[in-house]
Antibody, heavy 124, light 110 residues
């Protein structure tokens, strides 16, 4: 069955960096675009970024552009999110999610499978 | 402030039909597919509707989606206490080249 497992979260000081990972299994990872979505405590869902199935296309929310980098390694079935210059407002649960349709990466919201999320807390 | 506008709350009694609206613009809902998600407390979001009105396998047909112009709706019939959750709409925005979410609607089953 499809599984997405995030890791890499934790408590980090402002200004530091962090790399989140999302290990995928149960589907052909290289055929699907992948998203990162975050949710700050008590707030709604905020889309962060998407990467196409082949890694060629990437799109970012304006609020994170320049500080966050989405990437993937199809040989390892793993999605990444590099977060630099962390701010207190980056405190959130970060979810990875796969596209619903094949061979996308941009153009539609996340689909039917989401990970359980990894909590990032930015605090001094 | 979210690009897609949802009512912050909705409510209904067991067995009732409720609808949740999602209003956008020509650059998002007007030209692209709408997705709907259910978020139960402490759990990851679950896809309820994709491509305006398609249900993933396993989602009961009590849940249905529709779209007209720059607005979309999620309807839940035969309301159950287990439906008490937060509901979000989302769509791609062609002007911003991003996914935009609604602010979420908290559904209470009275």
């Amino acid at each position: 069955q499809v599984q997405l497992v995030e890791s890499g979260g934790g408590v980090v000081q402002p200004g530091r960096s962090l790399r989140l990972s999302c290990a995928a299994s149960g589907f052909t990872f290289s055929n699907y675009g992948m998203h990162w979505v975050r949710q700050a405590p008590g707030k709604g869902l905020e889309w962060v970024a998407v990467i196409s199935y082949d890694g060629d296309n990437k799109y970012y929310a304006d609020s994170v552009k320049g500080r966050l980098t989405i990437s993937r390694d199809n040989s390892k079935n793993t999605l990444y999110l590099q977060v630099n210059s962390l701010r207190t407002e980056d405190t959130a649960v970060y979810y990875c999610a796969k596209d619903q349709q094949l061979l996308l990466g941009g153009g539609e919201p996340p689909g039917d499978y989401w990970g359980q999320g990894t909590l990032v807390t930015v605090s001094s | 402030q979210s690009v897609l506008t949802q009512p912050p709350s909705a409510s209904g009694t067991p067995g009732q039909r409720v609808t949740i609206s999602c209003s956008g613009s020509s650059s998002n809902i007007g030209t692209n597919y709408v997705y709907w998600y259910q978020e139960l407390p402490g759990t990851a979001p679950k896809l309820l509707i994709y491509r305006n009105n398609q249900r993933p396998s396993g989602v009961p047909d009590r849940f249905s989606g529709s779209k007209s112009g720059t607005s979309a709706s999620l309807a839940i019939s035969g309301l159950q206490s287990a439906d008490e959750a937060d509901y979000y709409c989302a769509a791609w925005d062609d002007s911003l080249n991003v996914v935009v979410f609604g602010g979420g609607t908290k559904l209470t089953v009275l």
